[in-house]
Structure formats: C-alpha cells, structure tokens
C-alpha cells in the first residue's frame, strides 16, 4: 500500500534517516527506510515482530550501522563516525531497551545515577536529588538500594525508564515501554511521555504493540512491514485506513476461527 | 552517506537451494589445504582482533581519565580474591619440587644445595608460569563471563548508548588491575613457594637451615626477580586482553557465555605457554644464567 500524505512538518527534520538498508547474513530487515522525525513530536513505530523496529531504533543512536543509506542527528552525520565520537551525540539520547539492560552489579539508585555521573557531574546532592525525581516519577522512589535482580520485570523496565530520562534527554527512544506492565502502569508511563514532551519539549520515539497506547500518545504512527515505511500518518488516518492489514492489525484480528 | 555495497544492491540474490548446493560444493571440495588456509585466515584474523582491543586500549589510556575506582575493585577481585589459589599454588610447588630435587641430589651428596635450584626455578619458571596458569583460571574466566554476560542482555549496548565506551569502563580498568597485581601474586607464590621448601628441606629431610639459605640467597639474584615481575607483567596482559576480547565478542546467550569463557581459559593458558618460552629467551639473553654475583 503506497504510504499516505506525510503529517511531517516542513521544518528540517530533528533526525533525518534515508534509503536506509540493513541484513543480518542473509536476512534482509530494514530495505530502505526513509523518515523524518521532528524536534518535540512523539512518534510511534508499529508494526509486526520482526519487522525491525528495534533494529532501527539502534540505528537512530548508533549502536548498528547502516549496510546502506543516511541517519543524520540535528545535521550531523551518524554514520562513519567512531565510538567516541558518537558519544556525546548519544548523551543528548535515552534510550529504554527492551528488556531494560539494567546493570546487575549496581543497585536502583547507582543505575538511575549512572548517566549523570558519566555526563561530568560531581555535585552529590544534585545527583542524588535528580535520581530521587526520576524515580519518583516511575513511583519507585523507594526501591533505590535494591538490586536489579530483586525486582519484577516490570519494576525493572520502570528503572529502565528513570535512567532514559534522568540525564533530561532531548530525545527518548522507547522500545516496547510497557510490555508486560499493568494496565495502571501502564497508563501512568503513557501519561509520563505525554508529560515529558510538553514540558520539555522532549521528542520520543516509542515501539509498541499496545494499541491503546499507541492512540494516546502518537502524534505520528509509522508502520514498518517488509523493511519499508509501510503507513506513515497522524492517529486519524491510521484509524481510518481503508488497508485491511492495518484494520487487522489495529484490531488483533489473526483471521483464524476457532 | 555510506556508499551502498555491491552485495546489497545486488538484484540476484543467491536463493536458499543454491547457497546450500554452493555450500555442499565448498564441503565437499576442502581439502587439507582448504583447511589450513582456514585456519591460518581464522588464526590472522584473531590476531586482528585483539590488535584492534589493545589500539582501543591503548585511545582509551591517552583520552581518557583512569576509573580509580573501579580498578581498585578489580585489583580487590583479582589480588586479594587470587589469595588462595596463588598460596596453595606456590608452597605446594616449591614444597614437592623440593622434595624431588633432594632425592635426585642425595644421590651426589649436594642435598643442601637445593634450596638453590628450588629458587631459580620458583623466581624463573615455576611461580611465574603456574601463577598465570592459575590466575588465567580464576580471573580470566570471570572476566569473560562477567563481561559476556553483560553483552549477552544488552548492558553493553547500554554502555554505548549513555556514550560510555566499553573498554574504558571494562578492559582498562582490568587490564591497569591485572598489571600490578600480576607481579605480586607471582613474587608472593615465590615466597610461599621458598617458605615451603624451607619447611621440606629443613624440617621434613634434615638439611641444616644455615645451608639451605646460604645455597639459595648465592644463586638468586635481582636478575631473577627481574624474571619473574617481567614474566608476570606479560602474562597480566595477555590473560586480560584474551578473556576481554572474548568477553566482549560474546553472542549467542548462554551457550556463548560458556564458550566464551572456556575460550578464555584455554587461549590465555596456550598464549601463555606460548609466550613464555620465547620470553624466556629474550630474557636469558638479557640476563644470561649461568654467572654468579
């Protein structure tokens, strides 16, 4: 189905991805992905497992690097550039991993603590009190000395969360926030990203299968299926999508009868 | 951009049939020399490896400021945490190499000569080799488990993502713990080694203590000491540089975390050995044996 009219703002684009091509041996995942996110706007990336989603979300920060085609951050070119030259783009990025990838041999607090810290900053107090608001605002203000180890995955995935936005990012990329949450929590993160990007004017990218979520907080939807942009729109249109794929998706719907 | 590659751009893909008669062809075809070539271009292509993690080792010393404090808790894990092994390792050496070295000796009547040969072997040899023997055992297994399992969920990626990079948060911390602490548990297994052959000697076959220790301090000199901090400054290095690579080359789940580690042992302990006899010679023109100070 050809992508309807983009949403996207004419403004030059916050990160920039073009033709981009990426294989593992000989699968063939991404097939020349092009796509605009803009500065402050929260776009959600659906679409089937497997589809590669998250491969493209460690793209956006650098951790995978193109076979072919073009990422560029606020202007600058990701791809060619060495380790240490990415970082300090990527210390402008959080980003949420799927399973958290909290580290185990430090407990809650010294893991939220761990991108300020590496960001340069040596003031105790400002540490402990930024630690204590993002914590807060996952609601796990009073878990800070337990260990990864000790916690549900849930409770996990939330501290994976304090860490992607206590360093105040400018850009946070989500993948699959709140699988296997609650629907409480998960309604308290969909409201948090909200949140965020109001206040701070924070953009976000978020991979969800929660299709209520994915109405609450989208600005933009883009669906990737086969490697391509295969839907790119506003929460509207994607609704109103006469693709029968998308209608199937949207509701659940496998086709098959029991 | 990044200039797509032919591969991708290619419109005939190879289908799954011919890449699998391609492969049977490939079988079937190796020949001795298929193999070897294989194993040398695996075997250069390692070498490249650890090449690129000591040149990033390397970046990391000159940009970088040394984590203090996790290289204390690494030379706490690999120092104090070797205490055991590196005791018993030492004194048990040094007491059975005693033991037959006196047997042989008692032959000719220079038995309380061996305190000296116990020595030379403990400082040159023995302390040294079994030291990194043991400690490729114990810490080199560790650290590519630890640093495997790190890869395996994601937490190095995550590493990545804060704009940290991996070896100066994992190697190099390692590497400046497993370089001082290397030539003191090497000098300590010597000691407890010496200590052991003391108690055989002396107490167990009656060797006047006088001469035990005459024997031993006329044939060791500084040379040897230089010996054994040199061999266990070497060692420290490959040990870690080996089970880091490994550890940071670690795919594949659990099943990786175990090879990883199995690699770890049994690459460090072959490099070792390897490593040891040509450092031996380059030693022993250095400091010749033989002449006594």
């Known amino acids: ?258 | 951009m990044i200039a797509p590659s032919a591969s991708t751009l290619s419109p005939q893909l190879p289908t799954p049939q011919s890449v699998s008669s391609l492969r049977r062809m490939d079988d079937s075809s190796r020949g001795p020399i298929s193999t070897l070539g294989r194993a040398v271009l695996n075997f250069i292509n390692y070498f490249g490896q650890l090449g690129i993690l000591l040149g990033e080792g390397f970046e990391s010393l000159v940009k970088t400021k040394p984590r203090l404090h996790l290289m204390m808790e690494q030379i706490v894990r690999i120092g104090f945490g070797s205490q055991v092994v590196v005791i018993v390792t030492g004194a048990f050496t040094g007491a059975v190499f005693t033991a037959q070295s006196y047997f042989k000796f008692r032959d000719f009547g220079i038995e309380s000569t061996v305190g000296s040969i116990v020595s030379v072997s403990l400082f040159r040899e023995l302390g040294p080799v079994l030291t990194g023997l043991m400690v490729a055992g114990r810490v080199g297994a560790a650290m590519a488990a630890e640093i495997g399992t790190m890869k395996v969920s994601e937490q190095i990626d995550a590493l990545r993502a804060m704009g940290v990079h991996p070896v100066d948060y994992l190697a190099m911390p390692r590497f400046f713990a497993m370089t001082i602490s290397m030539p003191l548990l090497i000098a300590e297994a010597v000691a407890f080694g010496l200590g052991a052959s003391w108690f055989v000697a002396v107490l167990g076959f009656g060797i006047p203590s006088a001469w035990f220790w005459m024997h031993t301090i006329d044939h060791t000199n500084l040379e040897d000491l230089s010996y054994a901090m040199i061999k266990g400054l070497v060692f420290g290095m490959l040990i870690v540089v080996i089970s880091c690579h490994q550890g940071l080359s670690t795919t594949n789940g659990a099943v990786g975390v175990g090879q990883s580690t199995t690699r770890a042992v049994v690459f460090s302990s072959l490099a070792l050995l390897v490593t040891n006899f040509f450092l031996t010679l380059l030693l022993n023109y250095i400091f010749p044996m033989g002449t006594i100070t």
Not at chain 1, 15 to 27: A, C, M, P
Not at chain 1, 137 to 166: C, F, Q, Y
Not at chain 1, 209 to 214: F, G, L, R
């Open chain 1, 1 to 258: 189905m050809p992508a309807p009219p983009s949403a996207e703002p004419a403004a030059s684009p916050f990160i920039q991805i073009r033709g981009l091509h990426k294989s593992f041996d000989s699968q063939k995942v991404l097939q020349g992905i092009d796509l605009d996110i803009s500065r402050g706007e929260t776009l959600v990336l659906v679409g089937p497992s497997g589809e590669g989603k998250s491969v493209l979300l460690k793209h956006i920060i650098g951790l995978l690097h193109p076979d072919a085609g073009s990422i560029q951050f606020d202007g600058t070119s990701l791809c060619g550039l060495s380790e240490r030259q990415l970082a300090p783009l990527r210390r402008r990025i959080g980003y949420l991993f799927q399973n958290a990838a909290l580290f185990d041999s430090l407990t809650v607090a010294q893991n939220v603590a761990f991108p300020l810290i590496e960001a340069g900053i040596k003031n105790p107090a400002e540490i402990k009190s930024r630690v204590q608001e993002a914590l807060e605002v996952v609601e796990l203000d009073a878990h800070t000395e337990k260990m990864p180890i000790n916690l549900s995955g849930g409770m996990r995935k939330r501290v994976g969360i304090a860490r992607a936005i206590v360093g105040r990012p400018e850009i946070i990329l989500y993948d699959e926030p709140t699988a296997g949450l609650d629907p409480i929590v998960t309604d308290v993160i969909d409201h948090l990203i909200k949140r965020l990007q109001k206040r701070y004017h924070v953009t976000s990218v978020v991979i969800t299968h929660d299709i209520a979520s994915v109405f609450k907080i989208a600005d933009r939807i883009v669906m990737l299926k086969n490697g391509i942009v295969y839907f790119n729109g506003n929460p509207d249109q994607l609704r109103h999508s006469p693709d029968t794929f998308i209608q199937d998706f949207i509701a659940g719907r496998s086709g098959m009868t029991s």
